[in-house]
């Protein structure tokens, strides 16, 4: 079983940074493949980012790419998503997600921090 619990949203203006946190606990051995997701009011989840955490090998949204970073930590049991050049259309609550196997299933889900980008 694994927790995964974000943290670091907030408010920024658009074209500022911020920086997401994704701590996780529990059977973090399991995990193999580690992804962002985010979902604005009245839309689907889209899929953000994602990074394999053996190997490190990452994938990105065409939306976010260029723009956004995800990372790992591996000892410290978190994965991060640098996001930087913030638009306003980056506004939704962002979601953690871990999977135990690499094929873009993921069995464990955050709570959601959410992030407003103002114009």
């Known amino acids: 079983q694994v927790q995964l619990v974000e943290s670091g949203g907030g408010l920024v203006q658009a074209g500022g940074s911020l920086r997401l946190s994704c701590a996780a606990s529990?059977?973090?051995?399991?995990?193999?493949?580690m992804g962002w997701f985010r979902q604005a009011p009245g839309k689907e989840r889209e899929f953000v980012a994602r990074?394999?955490?053996?190997?490190?090998?990452?994938t990105y949204a065409d939306s976010v790419k260029g723009r956004f970073t995800i990372s790992s930590d591996n000892a410290k049991n978190t994965v991060y998503l640098q996001m930087n050049s913030l638009k306003p259309e980056d506004t939704a609550v962002y979601y953690c997600?871990?999977?135990?196997?690499?094929?873009?299933?993921?069995?464990?889900w955050g709570q959601g921090t959410q992030v407003t980008v103002s114009s």
């Open positions: 529990g059977r973090t051995f399991s995990l193999y493949t």
């Open positions: 990074i394999n955490r053996s190997g490190g090998s990452t």
């Open positions: 997600a871990g999977g135990v196997t690499g094929t873009g299933i993921y069995d464990y």
